[in-house]
């Protein structure tokens, strides 16, 4: 009884690669294989890379946009069995690699790998969304209902009878869950707690996303994020899970997580701060008398106002406000403006070097097989031409002496410092971005007076909802 999920990968390839490479998961890389490129996370990475190169026309580790994110680079399917079938790893990973060929063809370019380090054995394919003949591989329901499919036909080859479908529509729970409740844990509970191990650990939403899925949880994207853990049944909103998990909530817990509020307000009065302060002391009122929706900073201590994410968001916005000397909403959108055009020419200069140092470690990789093959006493045929290909290469690039290859891998060492310290700025300039951005939208409400009232409609609505669902407890 097999499942099949799919998550797209837009910047990760080489993390995605290693992590389903990992030797203690696949009992030391036996059920490891791979189709048109290396099975080692180096050597598999660089292959899709230049394939994805060629045929797309973009770089395939060019930083993200600003905004977006960017485009799909390689798919990351895992085939997961039902314990009660009881396959084996063996038999599993040759249902991986017959699933592979069977589905995307033997041009393919695909990592396979088979994990037993959990109760169930699971299949996982980072596969390069360009295949070596230039065909594109797309991820959306569409494919993966056919993919499902093309599982479902391989398992019953191997004698692995498929998920019946016409069973399991009525009120029955799996066994998974069912032994959950007996227990007394809670799916919601474990998702929860899942969500605040990895908050301190992930710059966005999406990562945190990617980050559950990488850990075995089923994402649905759309108007509302769904998530569900393995053995579970049914997806939950991520707004079921309380005020604390929407989307609103982890993003503000995640962005303003390292945010200090200890600034002491100096300088000139500016009308912004007035405003901060006064709303700042309208929501803590709000928060005592129990007017606003309970979202907590931290989940391990007591709702309190100290430790409501709406106050601390306003307090660590005014801290910012106040460091970087904010005096009104105009100079705000000017800086806001002055970070887009930065981070354009951050990410121009970042694409140029990164350029620069793959071609620096082509030539690099060139001069390590001359070197190797240069006073060997009788070379190949194969290996004489190899070597005629790396003294060209070294001649037209002025490398004539071993003063000039270490000047080569010198110069390596500097881009790549140079590459390290600008990502470094670039990552900076992303999160100042999106700081600025989320005070302007914020303070557009509080000088629209429409803060407050956001609140304290947020909080009748939930109040309805939960009277409605009280007095109709089948709905």
Same mark, same amino acid.
């Given at each position: 009884?097999?499942?099949? &999920? ?6 990760? @390839? ?20 791979? #189709?048109?490129?290396?099975? /080692?996370? &180096? ?7 230049? @394939? ?8 395939? +580790? ?48 695909? @990592? ?18 360009? !295949? ?36 399991? %529509? ?7 869950? =069912? *032994? ?6 809670? =799916? ?8 605040? !191990? ?40 991520? %707004? ?15 962005? =303003? $997580? ?47 106002? *100290? ?14 406000? /106040? ?28 694409? !140029? ?6 071609? #620096? ?36 690039? /002025? ?9 080569? $891998? !010198? ?45 304290? /409609?947020?909080? %009748?609505?939930?109040? %309805? #909802?939960? $009277? +409605?669902? $009280? ?5």
């Amino acid at each position: 009884m097999p499942y099949v &999920k799919s998550i797209s990968i837009h910047a990760t @390839v080489n993390r995605s690669i290693a992590y389903i490479l990992d030797p203690e998961k696949t009992e030391d890389l036996l059920y490891t294989t791979s #189709l048109n490129c290396m099975t /080692n996370a &180096k050597d598999a990475y660089l292959a899709m890379k230049t @394939v994805y190169e060629h045929f797309s026309g973009e770089k395939y +580790n060019a930083p993200l946009p600003l905004k977006g994110k960017g485009s799909v680079k390689a798919i990351h399917y895992i085939q997961s069995f039902d314990p009660k079938d009881n396959v084996s790893p063996e038999l599993a990973h040759r249902i991986a690699k017959a699933f592979a060929r069977k589905t995307f063809g033997d041009d393919c370019q695909i @990592v396979i790998a088979t994990h037993n380090d959990r109760n169930h054995v699971h299949n996982h394919f980072i596969l390069n969304v360009y !295949s070596l003949t230039g065909k594109k591989y797309n991820a959306n329901k569409k494919t993966l209902d056919r993919i499902k499919e093309y599982s479902d036909r391989v398992c019953l080859a191997f004698g692995i009878q498929p998920y019946d479908k016409s069973k399991g %529509k009525g009120k029955t729970i799996a066994y998974n869950e =069912w *032994e959950h409740k007996k227990r007394g844990t809670s =799916w919601k509970q474990k998702i929860r707690l899942e969500i605040d !191990s990895l908050i301190g650990e992930v710059k966005n939403i999406d990562e945190l996303l990617y980050e559950m899925e990488m850990k075995g949880y089923t994402v649905k994207r759309g108007k509302y994020i769904s998530i569900k853990a393995e053995g579970q049944q049914r997806f939950v909103r991520l %707004k079921t899970l309380g005020e604390d998990y929407c989307e609103l909530s982890l993003v503000s817990r995640i962005r =303003w $997580k390292d945010t200090g509020t200890n600034y002491a307000l100096s300088g000139e009065p500016a009308p912004i701060r007035d405003d901060y302060i006064r709303t700042i002391n309208d929501v803590t009122q709000l928060a005592r008398e129990g007017k606003k929706i309970q979202r907590k900073r931290d989940n391990s201590a007591p709702y309190s106002p *100290e430790n409501d994410i709406d106050i601390y968001k306003l307090s660590a916005q005014l801290s910012i406000i /106040n460091r970087d000397n904010i005096h009104s909403i105009g100079e705000l959108d000017g800086k806001i403006s002055k970070l887009k055009d930065e981070y354009e020419n951050t990410r121009q200069e970042l694409n !140029s070097l990164i350029m620069k140092n793959e071609r #620096l470690e082509t030539l690099a990789e060139q001069t390590d097989i001359y070197l190797s093959l240069v006073d060997k006493p009788d070379p190949s045929a194969a290996e004489q031409l190899q070597l005629n290909i790396c003294k060209q290469t070294l001649h037209n690039n /002025n490398i004539k002496s071993h003063s000039d290859i270490d000047r080569l $891998k !010198s110069l390596q060492q500097e881009t790549n410092k140079k590459i390290a310290a600008l990502k470094n700025s670039f990552e900076d300039c992303k999160q100042l971005y999106e700081i600025y951005s989320d005070i302007a939208d914020t303070y557009k409400g509080i000088a629209t007076g429409d803060f407050i009232s956001n609140l304290i /409609n947020q909080k %009748k609505r939930a109040e %309805k #909802l939960k $009277k +409605n669902k $009280k007095s109709n407890p089948n709905q």
